[in-house]
């Protein structure tokens, strides 16, 4: 059996994460490229790379189906065609880049009656997806993500009346800012952070990018699932899990800009590898 990076090793993926993160793709970047969507086989190259079995990609696609993060679109002989639900596609939208964001909190305020029990753990779900954290009873912290789907998906659920967002573009109490931050173990956070770039730059190395770059299909190929595997790590490490601090609350040292500058440069070298891969793997 055939050894994984350490990356790989540090970071595994689950059979959820293996199937979205193509299609993610397929709805972002690679969106004006005229790529189809994936068939079952087309997911599975990608899954089988991560080191998940077939009987727990069909499962991960049964469930997503089911819970309508995926939609299966019948394609003749092919048997469907797997594509992100638009809905899937907003909520990851509102949460990236949060380097990005304006600088204060977002506090989402809840009430329910005691009857209302399962509408009120709808709510909490939800906001747990867009990466809302508890601050206190009925009271979830976020940073200032874009809202409007969020906003859509509540509506939809029927729970407006129940809901209320506030922003806060400065929180001026310094000791107020003091029980906020104690929340987030930041030095830790630091720390993995610091470890977790040093394991990106050694799996998405200068060589791996350049062999790539020379045009080898087999290279460009692992390039393509490289980048693939470190954009469902660094959604679930980096991205959906940093804390809703402003930049100018964070230790020195705290490395997530670099992640992101990092990331983004491979990203940008590998393109041209992971088209000619997706259209390789989406045509099967």
């Not at 791996?208 to 770059?213: F, L, M, N, P």
Request: net charge neutral; glycine share 8%.
């Amino acid at each position: 059996m055939a050894k994984f990076p350490a990356f790989m090793t540090a970071f595994r993926l689950t059979a959820k994460a293996a199937i979205h993160t193509p299609l993610v793709f397929r709805a972002g970047l690679f969106s004006g490229d005229g790529l189809p969507w994936p068939s079952l086989e087309g997911i599975r190259d990608f899954a089988r790379f991560a080191g998940i079995e077939d009987g727990a990609i069909r499962t991960a696609l049964s469930r997503a189906k089911r819970e309508g993060s995926l939609i299966a679109e019948a394609d003749g002989a092919r048997g469907a065609r797997y594509v992100l639900a638009p809905e899937t596609f907003a909520r990851g939208v509102a949460q990236v880049r949060a380097d990005k964001r304006p600088e204060g909190f977002l506090l989402a305020v809840f009430s329910f009656s005691t009857p209302e029990q399962e509408e009120r753990a709808s709510l909490r779900a939800l906001l747990k997806s867009y990466g809302f954290r508890k601050l206190a009873q009925n009271t979830y912290i976020h940073g200032r993500i874009e809202t409007e789907s969020l906003v859509a998906a509540i509506r939809d659920l029927g729970l407006e009346r129940n809901f209320f967002l506030f922003t806060c573009p400065d929180i001026e109490d310094e000791n107020l800012v003091a029980r906020v931050l104690s929340l987030f173990d930041l030095e830790s956070r630091r720390k993995d952070l610091r470890e977790y770039l040093g394991l990106l730059k050694d799996f998405l190395s200068e060589e791996v990018s350049r062999q790539a770059e020379a045009g080898d299909q087999a290279a460009g190929d692992e390039f393509a699932r490289r980048l693939l595997y470190a954009a469902a790590v660094h959604w679930e490490r980096v991205e959906s899990s940093e804390p809703p601090i402003p930049a100018r609350h964070l230790p020195p040292g705290y490395a997530f800009g670099e992640i992101q500058a990092f990331y983004g440069r491979r990203l940008g070298e590998g393109r041209r590898a992971m088209l000619g891969y997706f259209k390789r793997v989406f045509e099967a």
